[in-house]
Nanobody
């Protein structure tokens, strides 16, 4: 069982930056692939970024490539999402997700564990 708790969301102006953190419980965190997803008002949950258990492989949605960076600190059981050059269309609730496996996963249905989400609001 893995429990995930996100933090770091907030209100920021367009062009600004935020760093989201996701703290995971469980002794096998280092063997879990991790992902970040987001859900805007009236929209379906969508993929943002994912990282393999080793940290060697990453994948990003086209909409955030070059602006967002996913990383993980296995010693701290934490995964991060550094978000730069934020845009109003990045406004959403951001969710951290986890699953066992050696690959990088980009679909909502591929993840077994979810956090409660953290709100990110970007003003124009």
């Amino acid at each position: 069982q893995v429990q995930l708790v996100e933090s770091g969301g907030g209100l920021v102006q367009a062009g600004g930056s935020l760093r989201l953190s996701c703290a995971a419980s469980g002794r096998t965190f280092s063997t879990y692939a991790m992902g970040w997803f987001r859900q805007g008002p009236g929209k379906e949950r969508e993929f943002v970024a994912a990282i393999s258990w080793s940290g060697d492989s990453r994948n990003y949605a086209d909409s955030v490539k070059g602006r967002f960076t996913i990383s993980r600190g296995n010693a701290k059981n934490t995964v991060y999402l550094q978000m730069n050059s934020l845009k109003p269309e990045d406004t959403a609730v951001y969710y951290c997700a986890a699953r066992a496996g050696s690959s990088v996963y980009v679909r909502v249905t591929e993840y077994d564990y979810w956090g409660q989400g953290t709100q990110v609001t970007v003003s124009s």
